[in-house]
């Protein structure tokens, strides 16, 4: 197992291929398509990734046997001193339950840390309890709600301090 930075001038397809999996379950189960919700990772293309790298996320991916499994990525907050976000946490189906988005999770926390973070923030679909509950056990609460016009659904803000 081997968790690495993504460079944004690399070939990305493998990682979009990660988000695509990843997040096209979440999408079917809440009923989101690309007309409904086009700023989902399970919609997620090349160039629109290149453009978020670009931009400043880090994106970190975990590979097994030479194969991407899943990625993660982290943002520093430009409003908010020592607040760092993390992103598109995506583990492959077929991977999940064995602890590798713990991993992935607990890697990013020591990036945010090492890069002087003192909270971290995530957003998450309010009614996936279960995903909720998952980020519950790793130490984060809720911390408020919000709906947004482009979302079909209400948005979940969670924190933990580090």
Not at 89 to 100: C, Q, T, W
Not at 150 to 155: E, Q
Request: overall charge neutral; proline content about 4%.
């Amino acid at each position: 197992m081997d968790i690495s930075l993504i460079n944004p001038d690399s070939e990305l397809s493998a990682i979009v291929t990660v988000l695509n999996i990843s997040h096209g379950t979440v999408a079917e189960e809440f009923g989101f398509t690309k007309d409904n919700n086009p700023s989902n990772n399970a919609f997620i293309d090349t160039p629109s990734l290149r453009f978020q790298l670009k931009k400043g996320i880090d994106l970190y991916a975990m590979s097994l046997d030479d194969k991407f499994i899943a990625c993660i990525a982290i943002e520093k907050s430009l409003k908010e001193p020592g607040t760092f976000y993390i992103e598109k946490v995506s583990v492959i189906p077929e991977y999940r339950n064995r602890g590798y988005g713990v991993k992935m999770m607990d890697f990013a926390q020591l990036k945010i840390k090492e890069l002087g973070g003192k909270t971290v923030s995530i957003a998450l679909i309010d009614s996936n309890t279960k995903l909720k509950n998952w980020y519950i056990a790793q130490g984060f609460t809720e911390t408020g709600y919000k709906d947004f016009d482009h979302l079909p659904f209400r948005v979940c803000f969670m924190n933990k301090q580090l």
